[in-house]
Structures are given as structure tokens and as C-alpha cells.
């Protein structure tokens, strides 16, 4: 049978610009309750002002006791989390030495830790609202191991994590996918210099995204790679490793930057 959103709640970590925020306005469209969570309190105050069912609450995503009173407020006002979309995240740094630690643990508290928090603390609801949905927005990063270092294991953590607990958690009737957006211009991504150039087209928008999400909600996919062309990368790192690290090693990305 498919899974129909309209009337379903969702959470949405992250929802204060880019991805989160594209997801949030698509699935207030549906006809879903979306609870918006950022820490940027006026940011999701103009997007609740879009729709009537778009609820901000501000959170950060590296605080367990905030996160608790989130999945709190979500069982007392709402009574269900039919979806949990783990998005907020941050670029990171180059990791060059020691200067560097405090930045790289923390891109891995907000981008793994961060998910893995609101994993455990709404593992009861979403196990009482089944069936329910996961989707960790993870990244080609966690795929390919290239650019800045924090930010690839942040996201290699979240892959794997993703990939266990949709085993783990499937017998309780709660899908958990794993999307790997590729390149997206957004605020904390911002992909000026490649947009302007002929690689542009290669960059997507946190609508293509948004809308991954949506169809992942209704299949209940356990991997989504957006855009799809990046999935042939991924192919290539596995299949054809030398040709790969041959190519790789070429880039500028390779010296461990965003570039
Ligand atoms: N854009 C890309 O090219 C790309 C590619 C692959 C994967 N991704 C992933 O997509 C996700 C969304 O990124 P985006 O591109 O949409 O960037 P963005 O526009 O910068 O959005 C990041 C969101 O995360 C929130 N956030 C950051 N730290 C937080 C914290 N400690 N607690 C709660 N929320 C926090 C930010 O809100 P506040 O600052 O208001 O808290 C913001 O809403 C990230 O996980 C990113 O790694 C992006």
C-alpha cells in the first residue's frame, strides 16, 4: 500500500535555509504537519509565516537536553513523528594539524552526532507512529573521500549509520534512507565560482533535493543519490579504484580543501 503524507506530522532539523527549508515548504504543501528546527529563530519565524502548518521550535542539533524537549514537545502537541529528517549540517574545515581539532569535532557533532541525537531521542515516537520514515541527508562526501576531512568522516559516519539502522530498525516498521545530495548551491554551500563556470550545470538546487525527499517518503527508499548522475562516481570509486584516485588526485579538492 503507499504511504500517503497528508495529514502526517514531520520534523525537520535544519529547516532555517537551503535543503531543510526547501523540504519543509514542499511537505507543508502535502498536507503535513512540519515542525521546523534551527537555532536561527527569525528564520524560521518568516517560514512559518508561509504556512499555517510549518511549527518552528529553535534547537541545537549538539545539545541531547534540547533535543529530548523537542521529541517531548512533538508526542505532547502532535501525538506522533510519522517522518524525522536529519539535515542540519555544517561545512567544516581544512584539517591541516592541531589548529584544526576543535572545528573538525565539531562538523562531526553537528553532522553525525547531531543525527545520531535525534535518532535516539525520537526512536519511541517513531516506533509508536510506524509506519514511519528516516531520512538522513547525508552526502556524495560520504561516498567519496575527498575535499575537507571532518566533513567526509562526518558524512562516511552518517552513511554507515544510516545503513545499519535501516536494517536494524526495519523490523519495527521505520524505513531509514540515506540521501546523497551532490553539489547544491545553498547559503553554507554556497557554489559561486563553479556555478560560474561551465561546471555549473553540474550544481542542483535544495528544490531537486526537496523533492528526492518527497519521493523517498513515498517509496520508502533506503538510498537516494541526487543528482543521480553523481551515483556514477560512486560506481566508478568502487569498480575502478586507480582510475579513480588517478582522476581524484587531479582536482583541487584534493589537497583537502573546498575548492
Ligand atoms: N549544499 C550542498 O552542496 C550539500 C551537498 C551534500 C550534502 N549537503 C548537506 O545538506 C544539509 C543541509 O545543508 P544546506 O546545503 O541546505 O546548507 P545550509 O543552507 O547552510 O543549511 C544548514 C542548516 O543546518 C542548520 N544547522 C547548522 N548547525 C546546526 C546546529 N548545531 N543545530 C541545529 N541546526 C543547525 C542551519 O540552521 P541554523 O544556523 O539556523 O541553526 C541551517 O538551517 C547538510 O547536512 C549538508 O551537509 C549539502
Known amino acids: 500500500m503507499s504511504w500517503d503524507p497528508t495529514g502526517k506530522v514531520a520534523v525537520i532539523t535544519g529547516a532555517s535555509s537551503g535543503i531543510g527549508e526547501a523540504t519543509a515548504r514542499r511537505l507543508a504543501r502535502l ?41 517531548e514537545r512533538v508526542r505532547e502537541e502532535f501525538g506522533a513523528c510519522h517522518v524525522l529528517i536529519n539535515n542540519a549540517g555544517v561545512p567544516g574545515g581544512s584539517f591541516r594539524g592541531r589548529d584544526d581539532l576543535e572545528d573538525t569535532l565539531h562538523t562531526l557533532d553537528v553532522n553525525l552526532s547531531g543525527s545520531i541525537r535525534c535518532m535516539a531521542s525520537f526512536a519511541e515516537l517513531l516506533s509508536d507512529s510506524a509506519p514511519s520514515r528516516v531520512v538522513n541527508v547525508a552526502s556524495v562526501a560520504g561516498k567519496l573521500g575527498i575535499g575537507p576531512a571532518g566533513y567526509a568522516s562526518s558524512k562516511f559516519g552518517l552513511v554507515g549509520f544510516s545503513e545499519a539502522m535501516a536494517l536494524a530498525w526495519r523490523s519495527r516498521g ?8 551532490g553539489f ?17 550545470r553540474l550544481v542542483g538546487t535544495p528544490e531537486d533535493v526537496a523533492r528526492a525527499i518527497h519521493e523517498v517518503l513515498l517509496s520508502g527508499a533506503t538510498e537516494r543519490t541526487v543528482p543521480a548522475w553523481y551515483r556514477a562516481l560512486v560506481v566508478l570509486r568502487h569498480v575502478a579504484t586507480p582510475v579513480y584516485r588517478t582522476a581524484a588526485t587531479r582536482t583541487k579538492r584534493s589537497g583537502g580543501s573546498r575548492d
Not at 504537519?33 to 541545537?60: G, M, W
Not at 521505520?174 to 545530495?181: D, G, K, R
Not at 547544491?184 to 555549473?200: C, L, N, W, Y
Open 31 to 71: 498536507g503535513m504537519t512540519v515542525v521546523a528546527v534551527a537555532r536561527r529563530e527569525d528564520r524560521l519565524a518568516a517560514l512559518a509565516a508561509e504556512h499555517p502548518s510549518i511549527v518552528p521550535h529553535v534547537a541545537d542539533v549538539t545539545d541531547t537536553g534540547q533535543i529530548d524537549a523537542l521529541a
Open 174 to 181: 521505520i524505513t531509514v534512507c540515506q540521501l546523497n545530495p
Open 184 to 200: 547544491i548551491h545553498t547559503e553554507g554551500f554556497p557554489k559561486d565560482q563553479m556555478r560560474a563556470s561551465p561546471m555549473g
